[in-house]
């Protein structure tokens, strides 16, 4: 059974960087094939994802979000951290890590559900 448990400040003053880390226990973030991503959700509104970092390190964003998001890991902890910097109370959300499992695949397309998923943790911009 993979777990994921998202930890970091909740409270995270305007201007400066969140910082939150997701560790995860009953497999490995370097196994073939699977993504771990980062979601949030803002009061009252759906969920957004943010981006992801693959088993191999390569890094995918949204692109409303890529120019201020840094996803990076670290293999001998089991973990990987998302970084928002210039944050803003707009960044104020309930953030979640998940990990995106492959499903098929056909030609170049391949298909993914986001099947375990850490219970989130919220993360207030204020000052």
């Known amino acids: 059974q993979v777990q994921l448990q998202e930890s970091g400040p909740g409270l995270v003053k305007p201007s400066q960087t969140l910082s939150l880390t997701c560790t995860v226990s009953?497999?490995?973030?370097?196994?073939?094939?699977?993504?771990w991503s980062w979601i949030r959700q803002p009061p009252g509104k759906g969920l957004e994802w943010m981006g992801a970092?693959?088993?191999?390190?390569?890094?995918y964003y949204s692109p409303s979000l890529k120019s201020r998001t840094s996803i990076s890991r670290d293999t001998s902890k089991n973990q990987f951290s998302l970084q928002l910097t210039s944050v803003t109370p707009e960044d104020t959300a309930v953030y979640y890590c998940?990990?995106?499992?492959?499903?098929?695949?056909?030609?170049?397309?391949?298909?993914?559900?986001?099947?375990?998923w850490g219970k989130g943790t919220q993360v207030t911009v204020s000052s």
């Open positions: 998940a990990r995106d499992s492959p499903q098929y695949y056909s030609g170049s397309y391949y298909y993914y559900v986001m099947d375990y």
């Open positions: 009953g497999g490995s973030i370097t196994t073939n094939n699977y993504f």
């Open positions: 970092i693959a088993y191999e390190g390569s890094n």
